[in-house]
């Protein structure tokens, strides 16, 4: 797959608007992650809103900008990406598990809409791996694009492989990514996360969430 290809030269510019791609309601999504609402007010009056994962009986994933402003205590960020470890009480056999995937696989994401305050999922596959730099991201942090719908309040949502292991973290969304030497247009309106294989030893070293590593599925 071409695009398989492009991920060393790619950039991405920007995380704006509102929502990229389609995303619907989804009972499931209520399986999968929880909301997160801060206790700073809007002009809504309610707080801003973002998403969480369950990850162990005692503790929820979720995208650092999440965690910055949640009520939750954080237990540890990410040096370089965009993800943190918050305190946060889940099911007692919560035990989240984990595989990263390659371009071209399938993938579902989960999360809370922060215009519907709804559950919401979308559907896609992974496009390509690409620099991502904001405050939250920084160099050596890679993103995976895919162009499965994101709506604002998702962030810090999960991402689902076919096989019911979670692929990563969602970080946010861009209207294009381009090449950094070229500044030709590459994808436009792609959804991103960070991806499992990006967090895995500082998530191990943080948190033992007591799993055999998985296996990618075969493909024909």
Known sequence: MRTSLLWPALTALALSGCSVGHTEYSRTALQHVDM???????????????TTIPLTPEYSLTAA????????????????????IIYHKNSPDTLA?????????????????FISAMPVESSGVNLARTAITN???KKPCMAMASNAGVVQGMSGGAVYNADQTIGGVIVGYTHQISNMQSKKVILK?????????DFKRWLESNINIGQAPATAPDHA
């Open 36 to 50: 997160s609402v801060t206790g700073i007010p809007t002009v809504l009056g309610m707080g801003i809103l973002g």
């Open 65 to 84: 900008h999440v965690a910055k402003t949640a009520v939750q205590r954080v237990k540890a960020y990410h040096p370089y990406c965009d993800v943190a």
């Open 97 to 113: 598990k984990f595989r990263t995937s390659a371009v071209g696989e399938p993938i579902k994401m989960y999360g809370y809409s």
């Open 135 to 137: 405050n939250w991201n």
């Open 189 to 197: 309106d792609v959804s991103l996360y960070i991806p499992y294989g």
